[in-house]
């Protein structure tokens, strides 16, 4: 079974040729945006590390037990290390229960692996503990990590790692690889495209989901309707956070406003000129142009900012309803 994986064909190049050469390191690091394909790779190369039959050096069956347990991560040497929720914190904890559990033999593997999932999300003391490992790596063991970013990663733990860097494909070769590989059709893999901003991994999950993508479309369409309304409006809109527990939530809205930002900074920059524009809600161009109209790029360029910045707060322990009122407090009313 080929990886399948066009997006990334030289990543997986330069995996087998690691396997191939019987080079591979003890530790690799999958770095890149959410959705860019980061795990599914980690995937397919610890499938190709234990297949009981594959077809050549390299390769995968991707039909044997090892490689079935794998890809549902399952397998009994395969550990996963990651937050509890997306945005949350891995802690030393789930380091130290991994460094035990790699301590022992393999269970059936020719390697016991650990898979460190958004490994920026790991505080210091988590991080300094798998330094440990990574320096001083216990016998058929291979450690992989994803993280979206390097810079939140101690530089001892990347200058250890094999660094491969994911990035998003072209929105033309992507749209290709929906409508070849996933069957979709020309028009849905081109707006599933931009909605995925060339992450192929997001994309997929896009084809697979549709409510997701409808989801994405609505709260996009709910910021834009944020901006015609007045201040007392938008304070309502906040009280939806007054609860801790919708941290998650409000990530997720933050993220759509700054794509939608990003786009009305590309219309209120380039215009219509360009039918090329790489926006992300192609669907709502025609309510985003007569937007982009009424502020100057400027406007849109510090609204993007903060709207950034608060991606940091809310990391830290912040009021999200607080937060929301002051992000929102930024933005022109364009009534
Ligand atoms: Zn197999």
């Known amino acids: 079974m080929s990886w399948n994986i066009a997006a990334h064909d030289w990543a997986v190049q330069i995996l087998q040729n690691h396997m191939r050469s019987g080079n591979t390191r003890h530790a690799y690091l999958f770095v890149g945006p959410q959705g860019i394909g980061r795990r599914t790779i980690s995937l397919r190369f610890i499938q190709a590390l234990n297949c009981l039959n594959p077809p050549a050096v390299g390769e995968f069956c991707g039909e044997c037990r090892v490689c079935r347990q794998i890809s549902q991560m399952q397998h009994p040497d395969l550990f996963i290390g990651e937050a509890e929720t997306p945005g949350g914190t891995l802690k030393i904890d789930t380091v130290r229960e991994i460094?035990?559990?790699?301590?022992?033999?393999?269970?059936?593997?020719?390697?016991?692996?650990?898979?460190?999932?958004?490994?920026?999300?790991?505080?210091?003391?988590?991080?300094?503990?798998?330094?440990?490992?990574?320096?001083?790596p216990p016998e058929n063991v291979k450690m992989i990590l994803t993280a979206s970013m390097e810079n939140a990663l101690l530089p001892t733990?990347?200058?250890?790692?094999?660094?491969?860097?994911?990035?998003?494909?072209?929105?033309?070769?992507?749209?290709?690889?929906?409508?070849?590989?996933?069957?979709?059709?020309?028009?849905?893999?081109?707006?599933?495209?931009?909605?995925?901003?060339?992450?192929?991994?997001?994309?997929?999950?896009?084809?697979?989901?549709?409510?997701?993508?409808?989801?994405?479309?609505?709260?996009?369409?709910?910021?834009?309707?944020?901006?015609?309304?007045?201040?007392?409006?938008?304070?309502?809109?906040?009280?939806?956070?007054?609860?801790?527990?919708?941290?998650?939530?409000?990530?997720?809205?933050?993220?759509?406003?700054?794509?939608?930002?990003?786009?009305?900074?590309?219309?209120?920059?380039?215009?219509?000129?360009?039918?090329?524009?790489?926006?992300?809600?192609?669907?709502?161009?025609?309510?985003l142009l007569e937007m982009a109209g009424k502020v100057s790029s400027e406007r849109f360029l510090f609204v993007l900012n903060q709207i950034n910045h608060s991606m940091d707060y809310l990391d830290a322990n912040v009021n999200l309803q607080l937060l929301t009122e002051n992000l929102l407090l930024d933005w022109p009313s364009l009534k």
């Not at 559990?101 to 798998?130: C, K």
């Not at 495209?193 to 994405?216: C, Y």
Request: with cysteine; charged share 30%.
């Open 157 to 287: 733990i990347i200058s250890r790692c094999e660094v491969i860097r994911l990035r998003p494909m072209p929105l033309a070769d992507l749209q290709k690889v929906l409508v070849d590989e996933w069957n979709a059709d020309e028009e849905h893999a081109w707006r599933i495209a931009h909605l995925a901003a060339g992450r192929v991994g997001f994309a997929v999950n896009l084809l697979q989901n549709t409510e997701k993508a409808d989801a994405i479309l609505d709260t996009a369409r709910e910021g834009l309707e944020l901006l015609m309304q007045n201040t007392r409006q938008r304070f309502r809109f906040a009280e939806n956070f007054k609860d801790v527990r919708k941290r998650a939530d409000l990530r997720n809205i933050i993220q759509i406003w700054q794509s939608l930002f990003r786009d009305l900074l590309l219309l209120s920059t380039n215009g219509d000129a360009s039918s090329e524009l790489p926006l992300t809600f192609v669907d709502l161009k025609f309510d």
């Open 99 to 136: 460094q035990h559990s790699l301590s022992l033999q393999p269970y059936e593997a020719r390697w016991r692996v650990a898979l460190l999932l958004r490994f920026e999300e790991a505080n210091q003391n988590a991080q300094n503990a798998l330094l440990k490992t990574l320096e001083e």
